[in-house]
């Protein structure tokens, strides 16, 4: 009997079960990525910590990207997987061989593509004047509005520095 009819108790193929399985690891791949550069978000090592305050003005704003640093590779083995799943349905004999590892290598590299495209954030590059003459930049997410001009509270220690509106 061939594999791609053949039936597991339950009526379901092993194709689908594969599926299955590769979607909810990328669910669980995801929920640990939790890197935020929001100046709202504090984590828990962080929560309860004297922190300094400095006070400026903020002399110009610049949108940016955020880009995390490295990727998990989640995104290569569940494209990789799922394009290798998606070609073995194609053709038979050595075509079906060829399909599999071509639709595994396409799946690897759009799911690095998407990957890198869901790392990103938009974000904000502030240069702020401090009240003692000292120039800082900071860039933060873009989750809180700061225009040039405004008085912005610089709160750092234990972690990132970040721009807070007064």
């Known amino acids: 009997m061939n594999s791609s009819t053949m039936q597991r108790p339950g009526g379901r193929s092993p194709r689908i079960l594969a599926m299955a399985v590769v979607v909810s690891a990328m669910a669980v791949l995801a929920g640990c990525a939790n890197d935020n550069a929001s100046s709202s978000v504090y984590s828990y090592g962080q929560a309860q910590r004297e922190q300094v305050v400095r006070l400026g003005t903020v002399e110009a704003v610049r949108s940016v990207t955020i880009q995390k640093d490295k990727t998990s590779g989640a995104g290569v083995l569940a494209g990789g997987?799922?394009?290798?799943?998606?070609?073995s349905s194609i053709g038979g004999g050595r075509g079906n061989v060829l399909a599999t590892i071509g639709g595994g290598i396409l799946g690897a590299v759009a799911g690095n593509a998407v990957e890198n495209q869901v790392g990103k954030t938009q974000?904000?590059?502030?240069?702020?004047?401090?009240?003692?003459?000292?120039?800082?930049v900071i860039a933060q997410a873009a989750d809180v509005a700061v225009s040039a001009g405004q008085r912005v509270r610089l709160i750092s220690g234990n972690g990132p520095t970040r721009v807070v509106p007064m």
């Open 81 to 87: 997987a799922l394009g290798g799943v998606a070609g």
């Open 123 to 136: 974000g904000l590059e502030i240069t702020v004047r401090l009240d003692n003459g000292e120039t800082r």
